[in-house]
């Protein structure tokens, strides 16, 4: 089960001024600096075209959830040291380090997203895209974040969702609605149960 294809938005190859680039950057940048909360309804896409839908729960530093829709036997979260991977049905457990993830550059606030990240040319000037890797580290993956322009979000960017690629090839897109920043979150969001010592309380 990969957790992060179809696109999100039609991206062309269009030139784009360094000038414009730094600062979409550094608009991303506050956005991930602002957005310390985030609630909303996921719509996951695998390779395969399989769809799952569920609920994203987000808290910084480090802190994510996906809880998948009634019937299916998966979690996914982070407690803010590594992620977690969890497979009810076969009692399956598996964790790594949230560095090792293209999704850390979601959850962790202090990284200097202008070292690793490049603005996507779009032909729509309402649609921010910014894809992130780590050039050292290949087998981390590759995250492509896809805004849309909102002078109400925070930092004036609404996060719409994103696109993953593992370093195997394999691609899962994320989509987002019903966003919602800057709640309060409890820390008791980001617990588990594990399958292996207990019944599934996911």
Do not use: C
């Not at 996507?120 to 896809?146: Q, Y």
């Amino acid at each position: 089960m990969r957790i992060f294809t179809v696109p999100l938005a039609a991206i062309a190859i269009v030139a784009a001024p360094a000038a414009a680039q730094g600062n979409d950057l550094a608009a991303v940048q506050r956005f991930l600096t602002a957005a310390e909360t985030m609630t909303a309804n996921f719509s996951q896409t695998d390779r395969d075209g399989r769809v799952l839908t569920g609920v994203l729960t987000l808290k910084k530093p480090g802190k994510i959830r996906f809880q998948y829709e009634k019937g299916v036997p998966l979690l996914i979260v982070s407690d803010g040291k590594a992620f977690t991977f969890i497979d009810y049905s076969v009692k399956q457990v598996q964790r790594w380090p949230i560095g090792n993830s293209p999704l850390g550059v979601l959850i962790d606030p202090s990284r200097d997203i202008s070292r690793y990240a490049r603005v996507v040319p779009s032909p729509n000037p309402d649609v921010l895209s910014v894809e992130a890797n780590d050039p050292k580290h290949p087998e981390f993956g590759r995250i492509t974040m896809v805004f849309a322009r909102d002078a109400a979000a925070p930092a004036g960017l609404m996060l719409q969702g994103w696109v993953a690629l593992d370093s195997q090839g394999n691609r899962t897109t994320i989509r987002l609605s019903g966003q919602k920043f800057n709640a309060p979150v409890s820390d008791g969001a980001f617990r588990w149960t594990d399958p292996r010592r207990r019944g599934r309380n996911g």
